[in-house]
């Protein structure tokens, strides 16, 4: 069975930093590019970053760009988000995904909620 | 960044009617659209890839088109479990989604 299972979200004020961890399992980790997506309550999807099997290629939304790293430890089957410099509009429940590349392999962690504030 | 523009933004029906529901790209994403379905406190369900093919598991009612800049997704005949919102995503240039089709029963 294939599980994604975030950490690490809670309560942070403006500016500062947090590192969100995804752990995965029941698939080949390293054969799949991952994806962050998050979710401000009672709002739309908003994708955030992704991440290559071999990271070798990643990219980010311009909301994040240059704020937020997202990595990757094949070894540890773990996915990782480090959020800097965060914001009051970063207030959302972030996903961990395996999103569809044209092929039905589509999986989403239940969300971790990431809350900033003062 | 390609931005979806999806419409209506709220559709309002009845169980047994036919659904509609509109997606379309700012540039051309070729046929790398998908169609998820999201339920309060759940995470979001692919139900179409790759502008027409049925997820594993998802009714034959739903049924996606379109290729280029503009997709559609039909639900034939609603159930009460399809009301929901629905989100479209293109995976031609990295990532992005719509803003969302919320589906509320009339």
């Known amino acids: 069975e294939v599980q994604l299972v975030e950490s690490g979200g809670g309560l942070v004020q403006p500016g500062r930093s947090l590192r969100l961890s995804c752990a995965v399992s029941?698939?080949?980790?390293?054969?799949?590019?991952m994806q962050w997506v998050r979710q401000a309550p009672g709002k739309g999807l908003e994708w955030v970053s992704s991440?290559?099997?071999?990271?070798?290629?990643?990219g980010y939304a311009d909301s994040v760009k240059g704020r937020f790293t997202v990595s990757r430890d094949n070894a540890r089957n773990s996915l990782y988000l480090q959020m800097s410099s965060l914001r009051a509009e970063d207030t959302a429940f972030y996903y961990c995904?395996?999103?569809?590349?044209?092929?039905?392999?589509?999986?989403w962690g239940q969300g971790t909620l990431v809350t900033v504030s003062s | 960044e390609i931005v979806l523009t999806q419409s209506p933004a709220t559709l309002s029906l009845s169980p047994g009617e036919r659904a509609t529901l509109s997606c379309r790209a700012s540039?051309?994403?070729?046929?790398?659209l998908a169609w998820y379905q999201q339920k309060p406190g759940q995470a979001p369900r692919l139900l179409i890839y790759?502008?027409?093919n049925r997820a594993t598991g998802i009714p034959a009612r739903f049924s996606g088109s379109g290729s280029g800049t503009d997709f559609t997704l039909t639900i034939s005949s609603l159930e009460p479990e399809d009301f929901a919102v629905y989100y479209c995503?293109?995976?031609?240039?990295?990532?992005?989604f719509g803003q969302g089709t919320k589906l509320e029963s009339k």
């Open positions: 540039q051309s994403v070729s046929n790398q």
């Open positions: 790759d502008a027409s």
């Open positions: 991440i290559s099997w071999n990271s070798g290629s990643i």
């Open positions: 029941g698939f080949t980790f390293d054969n799949y590019a």
């Open positions: 995904a395996i999103l569809n590349s044209g092929y039905d392999f589509d999986y």
């Open positions: 995503h293109q995976r031609r240039n990295w990532r992005t």
